[in-house]
């Protein structure tokens, strides 16, 4: 479904990928961790062709991005941020449908009838008159995933979904990509949240340095680690004090 | 005060004349300086340094240079240049330049005040760039370019007098005239003076409901 290779990518003198290389099957939701700084989060907005990469080549679903294609693949792999971009002159519902009318110039009402179904989906049809001022980080990011589905994307990628969240209000969102995932989504998900990696997570990719260091099952990846470097870091996440 | 009455009441017809001037030259420098300030606005944020140079030249000249000296030059050395535009277009074409580096400047801070993350939403909706222009980054600039828009043009309005000086029958000119010809100058400046602030109330009025209409929720 998705196809990354040797992308290697530098900001000015600092190399941030260095040659990076993972797939996604369809329906898979792999985890990507590693400490700050890693590269995690520019791989994952190369796939979106949000950031340029220098050398290397991605496919999705078959199709190799560049400029010509890359509206087309935006159109498969919809993306949420870290911090939750909701149009903040637009309500909830249209947010929603910002999308769908705009951009895959579905009709309004049918953009509507979506939208309600995925609010509902999210828990949040009783806003969908709010804006998004008026919501909590977590009832906005939950609205950013409805509005991600809306484009009926074929995979999402999120960008550290909860870091930007009060604690107590990461569950909810959580829940959400946890049931998507339940739907058979093929997602990719860059977290610090180790407990979701293991529950939710069909793989675990662990990038430091600009490389994957460590792939594999969930399970494997965070309980028994090969790597050094693995290891210290999820004692770190786990045992921070 | 019976006297300011009857003397208004002769002087106003001619006044009024030169309020319609007024408006007339406002309205036309207000959408010169529109269009000419978005060019400088854009042009300002362009790839190409050649361009952005162009944008920065334009800007600091207008801007150094006193509006009733831009309306002189514009009025009396175009002419030898073989450009040769009546008082109306002179005035207009002289107010519109020098009010659209103002205009210009607050295009730019309204651009910039839109969140680069929610440019790059957008993009990653796969929204083309003239869609997220006009969808997302144009509403929330509006924003903030209204209130100094509304301030700019109040300026342009009061500003539109310099046009008298080179031979505009517009409001102060018309008082001018009036005063000089009559000597009673307190009646025809005080007519003057009530008849631009009939204008420019208005304009601060209007200003504040539209700041309240695209008001940030």
């Given at each position: 479904?998705?196809?990354?290779?040797?992308?290697?990518?530098?900001?000015?003198?600092?190399?941030?990928?260095?040659?990076?290389?993972?797939?996604?099957?369809?329906?898979?939701?792999?985890?990507?961790?590693?400490?700050?700084?890693?590269?995690?989060?520019?791989?994952?907005?190369?796939?979106?062709?949000?950031?340029?990469?220098?050398?290397?080549?991605?496919?999705?679903?078959?199709?190799?991005?560049?400029?010509?294609?890359?509206?087309?693949?935006?159109?498969?792999?919809?993306?949420?941020?870290?911090?939750?971009?909701?149009?903040?002159?637009?309500?909830?519902?249209?947010?929603?449908?910002?999308?769908?009318?705009?951009?895959?110039?579905?009709?309004?009402?049918?953009?509507?009838?979506?939208?309600?179904?995925?609010?509902?989906?999210?828990?949040?049809?009783?806003?969908?008159?709010?804006?998004?001022?008026?919501?909590?980080?977590?009832?906005?990011?939950?609205?950013?995933?409805?509005?991600?589905?809306?484009?009926?994307?074929?995979?999402?990628?999120?960008?550290?979904?909860?870091?930007?969240?009060?604690?107590?209000?990461?569950?909810?969102?959580?829940?959400?990509?946890?049931?998507?995932?339940?739907?058979?989504?093929?997602?990719?998900?860059?977290?610090?949240?180790?407990?979701?990696?293991?529950?939710?997570?069909?793989?675990?990719?662990?990038?430091?340095?600009?490389?994957?260091?460590?792939?594999?099952?969930?399970?494997?990846?965070l309980t028994t680690p090969r790597?050094?470097?693995?290891?210290s870091f999820l004692d770190r996440?786990?045992?921070?004090? | 005060?019976?006297?300011?009455?009857?003397?208004?009441?002769?002087?106003?017809?001619?006044?009024?004349?030169?309020?319609?001037?007024?408006?007339?030259?406002?309205?036309?420098?207000?959408?010169?300086?529109?269009?000419?300030?978005?060019?400088?606005?854009?042009?300002?944020?362009?790839?190409?340094?050649?361009?952005?140079?162009?944008?920065?030249?334009?800007?600091?000249?207008?801007?150094?240079?006193?509006?009733?000296?831009?309306?002189?030059?514009?009025?009396?050395?175009?002419?030898?240049?073989?450009?040769?535009?009546?008082?109306?277009?002179?005035?207009?074409?002289?107010?519109?330049?020098?009010?659209?580096?103002?205009?210009?400047?607050?295009?730019?801070?309204?651009?910039?005040?839109?969140?680069?993350?929610?440019?790059?939403?957008?993009?990653?909706?796969?929204?083309?760039?003239?869609?997220?222009?006009?969808?997302?980054?144009?509403?929330?600039?509006?924003?903030?370019?209204?209130?100094?828009?509304?301030?700019?043009?109040?300026?342009?309005?009061?500003?539109?007098?310099?046009?008298?000086?080179?031979?505009?029958?517009?409001?102060?000119?018309?008082?001018?005239?009036?005063?000089?010809?009559?000597?009673?100058?307190?009646?025809?400046?005080?007519?003057?003076?009530?008849?631009?602030?009939?204008?420019?109330?208005?304009?601060?009025?209007?200003?504040?409901?539209?700041?309240?209409?695209?008001?940030?929720?």
């Amino acid at each position: 479904m998705i196809e990354v290779r040797e992308i290697h990518k530098a900001f000015g003198e600092h190399q941030v990928l260095r040659g990076v290389t993972f797939s996604i099957a369809k329906g898979e939701v792999v985890c990507l961790i590693g400490p700050s700084g890693s590269g995690k989060s520019t791989a994952l907005r190369c796939i979106n062709g949000l950031e340029r990469f220098d050398q290397g080549a991605i496919a999705v679903d078959g199709i190799a991005l560049s400029d010509r294609t890359l509206r087309e693949i935006r159109g498969k792999v919809a993306m949420v941020f870290q911090r939750f971009n909701l149009f903040p002159h637009r309500t909830v519902i249209e947010n929603v449908m910002e999308g769908p009318v705009h951009v895959q110039k579905v009709s309004p009402a049918e953009a509507r009838d979506r939208a309600l179904g995925l609010l509902e989906k999210v828990g949040l049809r009783a806003r969908a008159g709010a804006y998004p001022s008026q919501l909590s980080g977590g009832q906005q990011q939950r609205v950013c995933i409805a509005r991600a589905l809306a484009m009926r994307p074929q995979a999402i990628l999120f960008d550290e979904p909860t870091s930007a969240l009060d604690p107590e209000l990461v569950g909810d969102v959580l829940r959400v990509i946890r049931a998507l995932a339940a739907e058979g989504m093929t997602m990719v998900v860059v977290t610090h949240e180790m407990a979701f990696a293991r529950e939710v997570a069909d793989r675990v990719l662990f990038m430091d340095g600009g490389v994957i260091l460590e792939s594999g099952p969930a399970r494997d990846v965070l309980t028994t680690p090969r790597m050094e470097r693995t290891r210290s870091f999820l004692d770190r996440v786990i045992h921070p004090l | 005060m019976s006297g300011f009455l009857s003397d208004a009441r002769d002087f106003l017809p001619i006044l009024l004349s030169g309020l319609w001037v007024t408006i007339a030259i406002t309205f036309c420098s207000l959408l010169l300086s529109v269009v000419l300030g978005l060019a400088w606005a854009l042009l300002g944020t362009s790839r190409f340094v050649l361009l952005r140079g162009v944008s920065r030249v334009v800007i600091n000249t207008v801007r150094g240079i006193p509006i009733l000296v831009q309306l002189f030059y514009i009025y009396f050395v175009l002419p030898q240049l073989g450009i040769t535009l009546n008082a109306f277009l002179a005035g207009v074409a002289g107010l519109g330049l020098a009010y659209s580096v103002y205009q210009a400047e607050n295009f730019r801070a309204g651009f910039a005040s839109v969140d680069r993350s929610l440019i790059e939403t957008a993009e990653s909706l796969g929204m083309p760039h003239a869609t997220i222009v006009r969808r997302l980054i144009l509403p929330l600039a509006v924003r903030v370019i209204l209130p100094p828009f509304g301030n700019t043009s109040i300026m342009l309005l009061k500003d539109s007098s310099i046009a008298s000086t080179i031979t505009v029958a517009e409001l102060t000119r018309q008082g001018q005239l009036l005063a000089v010809s009559t000597f009673k100058n307190m009646t025809v400046y005080t007519l003057v003076a009530l008849l631009y602030l009939a204008m420019s109330l208005p304009l601060s009025y209007l200003t504040r409901r539209l700041e309240r209409r695209f008001a940030v929720r």
